[in-house]
């Protein structure tokens, strides 16, 4: 009954469900607490991310909470709202409450940040930043690429020059998204300072509605490439306030998929980064972990984006009408 219980992968389907019945008989309930002090934890998973109301996370949530419970593991929802005491806080509760391990979307990705964190559990896999191998499993989207995969495409597309909207500089994603914009416009033979940059320092839709009236007033490139999605919602409306057509006068790339746009705008094309993979392959690499004891190696997931074209851009000579 152990096996079925507590590690079901393992146990044939036959005696998984002769064991199913005789609990459902017996009105069996395991006794977690003594499971606890024989294993050290219990099956609680404690996930902390910077914000619930950012729909980036939130399907990173669906995608944990999905692969947890296949696992017969609980999770615990925890939000540090951007405030690194509050981050470490929950990650000191989850290790009181001899949670599994811990699944942490880290406020900044400085290694001895990171390392001071792991000290305060025994598990924790790093989401959405590369962390040092020597200190914790991590699983990330290839940025770098991201970024050139926009930018290659408003290449593409009729204009002149290129705009990039972006966030602080200090975010890791924010910086990769830049550097992989560069490389397409070196890839191009184009020079990579030519790119037109504006930083927010909060990537909002009302942030890009305000760049996105700059663009105009400055004579900007119209091609414009927004590292989040949030941000090029915004920047299109700011155009088309300001009389610009999409795609016709401007097209804009986003990062997420994110489905912000309102009815009356054009689908966005954007980056898509695997929301659903970055949650289910951080529980893996937890569970793993937990199953190899001693003998684990940690490792660092890279997971690639693909761009999604839709109707914010049209590629030089197609008019749109297929």
Do not use: W
């Not at 896999?125 to 990330?140: H, L, N, P, Q």
């Amino acid at each position: 009954m152990s096996n079925a219980l507590n590690r079901p992968e393992i146990v044939s389907d036959p005696t998984r469900e002769r064991v199913q019945r005789a609990i459902e008989e017996l009105d069996f309930v395991p006794n977690r607490a003594a499971a606890t002090l024989r294993q050290g934890y219990n099956r609680l998973l404690g996930l902390v991310i910077p914000d619930i109301s950012n729909p980036f996370y939130a399907a990173i949530v669906d995608a944990v909470v999905d692969a947890a419970d296949r696992h017969r593991y609980a999770v615990a929802l925890c939000a540090s709202h951007d405030d690194p005491d509050r981050e470490r806080r929950h990650l000191a509760v989850l290790a009181e409450q001899r949670a599994a391990g811990a699944l942490v979307v880290p406020l900044t990705a400085d290694s001895s940040r990171l390392a001071q964190l792991r000290l305060v559990g025994s598990h924790l896999i790093v989401i959405d930043r590369v962390a040092d191998t020597a200190e914790s499993c991590s699983v990330a989207v290839d940025d770098v690429m991201g970024g050139q995969l926009a930018v290659s495409h408003l290449l593409a597309c009729e204009g002149d020059g290129i705009t990039l909207v972006n966030g602080p500089a200090a975010i890791p994603q924010c910086a990769d998204r830049r550097a992989g914009a560069a490389k397409a416009m070196a890839d191009a033979g184009f020079e990579p300072s030519s790119i037109v940059e504006y930083e927010v320092a909060e990537m909002t839709v009302e942030a890009g509605v305000e760049i996105g009236r700059r663009i105009v007033a400055d004579g900007a490139p119209r091609r414009v490439f927004c590292t989040n999605d949030q941000i090029a919602t915004g920047v299109m409306r700011g155009l088309t306030a300001a009389g610009v057509r999409i795609p016709d006068d401007a097209s804009v790339v986003g990062y997420g998929d994110l489905s912000l746009e309102s009815p009356e705008r054009p689908l966005l094309t954007t980056v898509v980064q695997p929301k659903q993979a970055l949650g289910e392959v951080s529980v893996t690499l937890l569970l793993e972990e937990l199953t190899e004891g001693q003998s684990h190696r940690h490792v660092a997931r890279i997971l690639q984006p693909e761009l999604i074209v839709r109707a914010s851009t049209r590629p030089a000579g197609t008019d749109g009408s297929g």
